[in-house]
């Protein structure tokens, strides 16, 4: 049977996902009412861009859920890796609404139409008083779950978009430059598509087991390599199963009279300690060699 474990870094942040999207949903609506009634593009494309933030957390909030299942015996993890998942479906999301509001815009651009650009202006504003909300409700928890920053990135993006949408109306109600709105568009576009890269890289990095970017795997190795009795560090892997899960496996190559009974729980219980204390592994698996073991690995 599986047993629970503690909750990942975006379960905790679960209340503050939901709270976004019902912000989210909320905007969007107005804003696809807004683009109706004046024909704006930059609009549709804000809009057309929160559709994907609430699809994107939608996903996160379910893989909060999911990663909080229990583990079993076919999924020793349990579904801890749903949220990077999820973060690569809003990495996705957000590439492809980059691409499509970039294309549409350059077509606006050659051809623009009239644009109300009072009520372009109104909703803009709207936009950007909620998207400042939503951010401050993720911002707690971007830095610890790429789940969250998957969903913070989105209304980052939103709330760029909002301002590129308040400074179209603003030229078009004062000098009746229409193109502003395609410009707005496109330049919505430019800010999505880096985040849109940064999220995938960063899941790539979890998805590839890469080593955690802030664990130096020569620092691991001094560290352990520091506990007395210890000869050498060898096999030396990091990775990570969802944010703030870092895992580690070594092998540590030990005097021969530590494997004595009275001496070994004392060094296996040094070598954690250190990975906890120094680098918030909680997940270890350390095979404990003798010197004098001939058939060692040379890895490193």
């Known amino acids: 049977m599986g047993h629970s474990h503690a909750p990942t870094a975006s379960g905790r942040?679960?209340?503050?996902?939901?709270?976004?999207?019902?912000?989210?949903?909320?905007?969007?609506?107005?804003?696809?009412?807004g683009a109706w009634l004046t024909g704006s593009l930059a609009l549709l494309a804000d809009a057309g861009h929160m559709l994907s933030d609430a699809t994107g957390l939608t996903l996160a909030l379910i893989a909060t859920w999911l990663a909080a299942r229990p583990t079993s015996h076919r999924w020793t993890f349990g579904?801890?890796?749903?949220?990077?998942l999820a973060a690569l479906a809003n990495g996705v999301i957000l590439a492809v609404v980059a691409v499509t509001v970039l294309i549409e815009g350059l077509r606006r651009f050659s051809t623009p139409g009239e644009v109300e650009a009072p009520v372009m202006l109104a909703v803009g504003a709207l936009g950007l008083v909620a998207n400042l909300v939503a951010l401050r409700?993720?911002?707690?928890?971007?830095?610890?779950?790429?789940?969250?920053r998957g969903a913070y990135l989105e209304v980052l993006g939103d709330l760029l978009g909002s301002v590129a949408v308040i400074a179209a109306a603003l030229v078009i109600a004062t000098t009746g430059w229409v193109q502003a709105d395609a410009v707005a568009s496109i330049a919505i576009a430019v800010l999505i598509a880096p985040r849109a890269f940064s999220l995938l890289r960063d899941v790539a990095r979890v998805l590839l087991e890469g080593t955690p970017k802030e664990m130096e795997l020569d620092t691991v190795r001094r560290h352990l390599a520091g506990v007395p009795g210890v000869v050498a560090v060898h096999d030396l892997h990091a990775w990570t199963i969802t944010s703030g899960v870092p895992v580690l496996s070594a092998h540590v190559v030990v005097d021969d009279d530590v494997l004595d009974p009275a001496r070994f729980c004392g060094v296996?219980?040094?070598?954690?300690?250190?990975?906890?204390?120094?680098f918030d592994v909680e997940h270890s698996t350390l095979q404990l060699?003798?010197?004098?073991?001939?058939?060692?690995?040379?890895?490193a």
Not at 79 to 84: D, F, G, K, N, S
Not at 137 to 148: I, T
Not at 268 to 278: F, I, P, S, T
């Open 79 to 84: 579904w801890q890796r749903a949220e990077v």
């Open 13 to 33: 942040h679960r209340g503050r996902l939901a709270a976004a999207l019902a912000i989210t949903v909320t905007v969007m609506v107005v804003e696809v009412i």
């Open 268 to 278: 296996l219980d040094e070598l954690q300690h250190c990975l906890r204390g120094h």
């Open 289 to 299: 060699e003798p010197a004098t073991h001939t058939e060692r690995g040379v890895h």
């Open 137 to 148: 409700l993720l911002a707690a928890g971007q830095k610890e779950s790429l789940n969250v």
